[in-house]
């Protein structure tokens, strides 16, 4: 039996840009190449392990020379495949952004290659989810005039988010809430959107069945419970109940974002 250590691995704390320094780190190593995990991935029994920090600079220049090696399109596959929370994806983008620094975007053609697909798989998970919160986010006007929306996406969406709704609701000042990760889009009128981590509202009492986004009611806009009411009363007023097809509701938004939707709960 060969007791030989494992190739070293390199563990970034969990963000984008400290995935891209390991990155970085495992694109300059000499073969054999470390592997790039998270640093809550669990330990082999043989496993050399090499924590790198968190530079933000370094990540920054890293992404710059690869976009323009590969191009925009493929670094956004990349991001995406990043995002999708799905297993080993975060490791598979670290091996093919090897294969992008010596073949540009044509290495993302490659799907005959296991890695490539499980990458493309990820991109693509994280792709639609983020196209399906572009469409089910319901925001609610707090009394201090500014605006809130709570999701619970399966994968980090907001990074790829973000623009949308900074584009489309650009003279609103509003927070887009990740409750199951604790982070949230901030924007404000004329300003970049910013992504901050920790973040939380007053929530209402545990009894209350108000689903899990709701919030106090006293941060609440003075109209906003009436217009949720009116648009309760307006969507079952335009449903055809002979046509009612919940099968095919489900089909389109499946059942786990109803919770969430002001026109599927009471509060």
């Known amino acids: 039996m060969d007791y030989r250590a ?63 090696k590969a191009g925009a399109p493929a670094m956004r596959i990349v991001l995406e495949a990043f995002l999708s929370e799905r297993p080993d994806a975060r490791a598979d983008t670290a091996s093919v952004l090897r294969r992008l620094r010596r073949e540009g975007a044509a290495a993302l053609r490659d799907l005959a290659d296991p890695i490539v697909l499980s990458v493309d798989k990820a991109a693509t998970r994280a792709r639609r989810e983020a196209e399906r919160t572009t469409g089910i986010a319901r925001f609610s006007e707090l009394a201090d005039g ?17 623009d949308h709704f900074a584009a489309r609701f650009r003279p609103m000042r509003f927070a887009l809430h990740d409750l199951r990760r604790g982070r949230a889009v901030l924007h404000e009128p004329g300003r970049p959107w910013l992504l901050t981590d920790g973040f939380s509202l007053k929530r209402v009492e545990p009894d209350e ?29 335009t449903a055809i109940e002979g046509r009612l097809n919940p099968g095919l509701q489900a089909a389109h938004i499946p059942k786990k974002y109803w919770k969430l939707l002001t026109e599927m709960r009471r509060g």
């Open 146 to 162: 500014s605006w809130y929306a709570p999701l619970e996406p399966g994968c980090d969406v907001l990074p790829l988010v973000a």
């Open 6 to 68: 494992e190739p070293a691995t390199l563990a970034h704390d969990g963000s984008w840009p400290g995935f891209l320094c390991a990155c970085a780190e495992a694109l300059n190593a000499s073969e054999p190449v470390p592997r790039v995990v998270d640093a809550d991935a669990p330990v082999g029994l043989f496993e050399s392990r090499i924590a790198v920090a968190r530079d933000d600079g370094r990540a920054a220049a890293l992404w710059d020379r690869l976009t323009i």
């Open 209 to 237: 069945d108000a689903g899990p986004g709701a919030i106090d009611s006293a941060m609440l806009a003075s109209d906003e419970l009436r217009i949720r009411d009116l648009w309760r009363r307006y969507f079952a007023a």
